[in-house]
T-cell receptor, first 114, second 113 residues
Framework: DQQVKQNSPSLSVQEGRISILNCDYT??????FLWYKKYPAEGPTFLIS?????DKNEDGRFTVFLNKSAKHLSLHIVPSQPGDSAVYFC?????????????FGTGTRLKVLA | GAGVSQSPSNKVTEKGKDVELRCDPI?????LYWYRQSLGQGLEFLIY????????KSGLPSDRFSAERTGGSVSTLTIQRTQQEDSAVYLC???????????FGPGTRLLVL
């Protein structure tokens, strides 16, 4: 049972435009969500996180939105740059319940076209 | 400062052999995690260590997999009698404490022939 789903395996966006990556989850116990970026042959790099007490968190060009009622989160990158081309994973955990492991989605490959 | 390091970076082995994968977490991080990523899949949780507490082994796929963490620092993941389906990238992460952001190493690419 896939508790965290990224239904778009790939996304192409023009440089300068907005990239929107989506993630859905099924477990209502999740209360901490993260986005990681992964380049080939490297480990995932932490991008941004959000706690369930918030609905938005912003860090520079990256903003994560959380809709708890829909069990949906999204990552917005604006403006998109060619260096943003990578695989993006969303992850969820339930630290308030004592569950610290991350459950990851299958990733979305973003390609930013120059 | 130094990030999480893993060794070897690549490992090719024959079916049935045992392998050991090593992880050096960020200094001072008390929590350590192992994940694996099979081809075309997301990251799959394997095991989690926090300080001197009993590890969370709920993600280990079979009893051929084991891990230990000596002295609260370096960790070793051991796979006995490797099978072809064990081929994957094995990733280690550490965090300052439980529930804090995890920082990943570059991974060990394991290929079982």
């Amino acid at each position: 049972d896939q508790q965290v789903k990224q239904n778009s395996p790939s996304l192409s966006v023009q440089e300068g435009r907005i990239s929107i990556l989506n993630c859905d989850y099924t477990n209502s116990m999740f209360d901490y969500f993260l986005w990681y970026k992964k380049y080939p042959a490297e480990g995932p790099t932490f991008l941004i996180s959000i706690s369930s007490i918030k609905d938005k968190n912003e860090d520079g060009r990256f903003t994560v939105f959380l809709n708890k009622s829909a069990k949906h989160l999204s990552l917005h990158i604006v403006p998109s740059q060619p260096g943003d081309s990578a695989v993006y994973f969303c992850a969820a955990s339930a630290p308030k319940s004592g569950t610290y492991k991350y459950i990851f989605g299958t990733g979305t490959r973003l390609k930013v076209l120059a | 400062g130094a990030g999480v390091s893993q060794s070897p970076s690549n490992k090719v082995t024959e079916k049935g052999k045992d392998v050991e994968l090593r992880c050096d977490p960020i200094s001072g991080h008390t929590a350590l995690y192992w994940y694996r990523q099979s081809l075309g899949q997301g990251l799959e949780f394997l095991i989690y260590f926090q300080g001197n507490s009993a590890p969370d082994k709920s993600g280990l796929p079979s009893d051929r997999f084991s891990a230990e963490r000596t002295g609260g620092s370096v960790s070793t993941l051991t796979i006995q009698r490797t099978q072809q389906e064990d081929s994957a990238v094995y990733l280690c992460a550490s965090s300052p404490g439980s529930g804090e952001t995890q920082y990943f190493g570059p991974g060990t690419r394991l290929l079982v022939l």
